[in-house]
């Protein structure tokens, strides 16, 4: 192997980390995504990060930056190899039509978590409205995306004073 430096790439929605290396050998990328053993490409970087402090445990680094995209609503990292080396990939937008549509959205749930993107909120009427569906379907659909998907939370009083916003968004 070379010496070429660790190489960040910066886009307007994402950011690449690339290294020279490859997996251990039998490993695929779906090893990266459980728990597994640490073999380390350069043990002596891995040493010194690990004195520093900047690894706490061995074997559990693309875990916890999967963890850590999840805990702020970002997407998964993407990982992946080839012969040059190995990328990481961080993308910037969890509102996205493709990624709401990874997460299992259906195509009003988008609807609605795009307009809450704009508006900052929204009422069981906006997403009737939005949609052309009824209440029933509304509230059924809002209240997933609340407890099953945990975009939303729910906010305000009974009935017409109830709103949806996104998740840890302050009130407006």
Known sequence: MGNSPIQ???YPDKIVFWNEGQ???NW???N???KHPSKPFNPEIASALFRSGYIEAWGRGTIKMINECERF???RPEYYFDM???FVK?????YSHEFLSKSGLNERQINAVLFVRKSGRITNTEYQSINSVSKRTASNELSDLVSKFKFFEK???RGAGIFYKKVGQKTQ
């Not at 961080?90 to 969890?94: A, C, L, P, S, W």
């Open 8 to 10: 960040i790439s910066v």
């Open 23 to 25: 997996l251990p050998e």
């Open 28 to 30: 695929t990328i779906e």
């Open 32 to 34: 990266l995504l459980i």
């Open 73 to 75: 609503r970002l997407p």
């Open 84 to 86: 040059s080396g190995f």
């Open 90 to 94: 961080f993308n910037r937008d969890i």
């Open 155 to 157: 906010e305000g009083s």
